[in-house]
């Protein structure tokens, strides 16, 4: 039986093609160069919903996701997680922390996955259904166990 690490990183090299990356460690965060790159990987009109996962990138585990949400229009919600990123209160206090440094400049290389519903194929865990809400519980779920000290995410984690 597969480990939930093992789970999760399958199911996200199964969709590398679906995710792009942020500008590398150490460079300003520019919000229009993401959101230009949201842009041109989500083709518009072809999907209802999408499934997004923003991971980091560590020296020893490699892609490590720390945010998993849902999105009928990943552009707009991006746009409002920038804003919340770059202002850093509330919820964001802890994606700043994270993410950015003093100076505003990512700490790691910085990326997302954005999965839509006419391309979601298979769930994490096997056997399990595999819409977009059921996804999203699962990775949540599969993250919380295999990172619990960087999962953003608050809803349906463990306390």
Not at 44 to 62: C, N, Q
Not at 80 to 90: C, E, F, T
Not at 109 to 136: A, H, N, R
Request: with cysteine; aromatic share 10%.
């Amino acid at each position: 039986m597969s480990t939930k690490k093992g789970l999760l990183k399958e199911w996200l090299v199964n969709h590398q093609q679906y995710s792009l990356s942020f500008t590398p460690g150490n460079e300003n965060l520019d919000q229009a160069i993401i959101l230009k790159q949201i842009d041109q990987l989500v083709v518009k009109g072809s999907f209802k919903e999408t499934i997004y996962i923003l991971y980091i990138v560590s020296k020893i585990e490699g892609i490590v996701p720390v945010y998993v949400g849902r999105s009928n229009n990943p552009l707009n919600r991006w746009k409002a997680h920038l804003k919340g990123l770059v202002r850093g209160q509330g919820s964001y206090k802890e994606w700043r922390t994270l993410l950015l440094d003093d100076a505003g400049k990512f700490k790691y290389k910085v990326g997302l996955f954005i999965v839509t519903d006419s391309v979601l194929s298979q769930p994490p865990i096997p056997g399990f259904p595999c819409t977009i809400g059921s996804v999203e519980y699962q990775l949540v779920s599969l993250i919380s166990d295999a990172y619990p000290n960087t999962l953003l995410n608050h809803e349906g984690n463990r306390r």
